[in-house]
């Protein structure tokens, strides 16, 4: 009998291996993938359980526990895929009450064969499909900032924008984590954005400055937007601005004064179809370039620090 549900201990895809491969591994055989912590919605099996529980604190085993006690209490039949084994109490557990065991590698079969019956040596295929390439449109859009800043409502009128005016695009984006942030943060995000632009959006992680500077040379536009307005210490546009890439954002009265719509950088909202014209990014592009050299450079901060 087929798998009901693969149930995992890592459901955070951007963070780990184990959740992406437990999630592809459900697409192959068209059915759920759900966290340990949904293990009580369970009614019937086989089930298969995706773990690696050598990266989960002590409270997270207890819970792990109580779910696969749960299983056996109302006789739900489950098969384990092991990612890595720990020799723990809890790992054995589970394996006991266990139908078949899948080991993801060698070294974790040596470890288990002789004390369970049904180990049986399996692997884990690429989780990079061979599909997911870099892939450029008639408009390239690039998107970097802090993950926990993403203002998503504003990334909404952009896909309804280009979808208004038919527009080809592809969006680049790329998060970094704020010190007092946390992954999470990202996981969330994606999601939502993913299910915003669909087949459009490609995340790209956290990159370096210098492979900031490449897709900022080949995007035609970066997009970076604020819960109220752009300010004159959101760095990110000015990284742009400063690469001659075009900048669409967010503006209000607090934005900095030299900085004008159409001119040398595009608010989201008085933007048009001629806006994003890819001649008219160029210009923009050009003349915030010149606009943030001669406003905001480190020679007039480092003078007003030390004016008397």
Not at 15 to 29: M, N, Y
Not at 133 to 142: M, S, T, V
Not at 143 to 166: N, T
Not at 251 to 279: F, T
């Amino acid at each position: 009998m087929r798998f009901r549900f693969i149930i995992t201990s890592h459901t955070n895809q951007c963070l780990s291996g184990v959740a992406k491969f437990s999630s592809l591994l459900a697409q192959h055989f068209g059915i759920s993938c759900i966290g340990l912590e949904e293990i009580f919605k369970v009614r019937r099996g086989p089930v298969l359980l995706s773990l690696k529980l050598t990266d989960n604190h002590d409270s997270e085993l207890k819970k792990i526990k109580k779910g696969v006690n749960y299983l056996v209490r109302k006789k739900v039949a489950y098969d384990v895929f092991l990612h890595a084994f720990g020799d723990s109490r809890i790992e054995h557990y589970i394996l006991k009450r266990s139908r078949k065991i899948f080991c993801g590698n060698k070294e974790i079969k040596t470890k288990i064969e002789k004390r369970y019956n049904y180990v049986i040596l399996a692997w884990c295929p690429a989780l990079i499909d061979r599909d997911l390439i870099l892939h450029e449109e008639k408009i390239n859009i690039f998107s970097f900032g802090m993950a926990h800043k993403i203002q998503v409502r504003f990334y909404k009128k952009v896909k309804e924008l280009f979808d208004e005016y038919g527009l080809d695009y592809s969006l680049w984006v790329s998060t970094a984590f704020h010190e007092k942030a946390n992954f999470g943060d990202f996981h969330s995000i994606s999601k939502q954005l993913s299910s915003i632009f669909k087949k459009h959006i490609q995340f790209l992680g956290f990159l370096s400055d210098e492979a900031v500077n490449y897709f900022l040379n080949k995007a035609d536009l970066f997009i970076a937007f604020f819960k109220k307005g752009l300010r004159a210490n959101n760095t990110s546009v000015f990284a742009a601005m400063n690469r001659g890439c075009a900048v669409l954002t967010n503006l209000d009265m607090y934005s900095p004064s030299w900085i004008e719509h159409r001119i040398n950088i595009l608010d989201i909202n008085q933007v048009s179809i001629k806006d994003l014209d890819k001649r008219i990014l160029r210009k923009i592009g050009i003349r915030g370039k010149k606009d943030v050299n001669r406003y905001f450079n480190w020679q007039q901060l480092r003078d007003l620090l030390l004016k008397d």
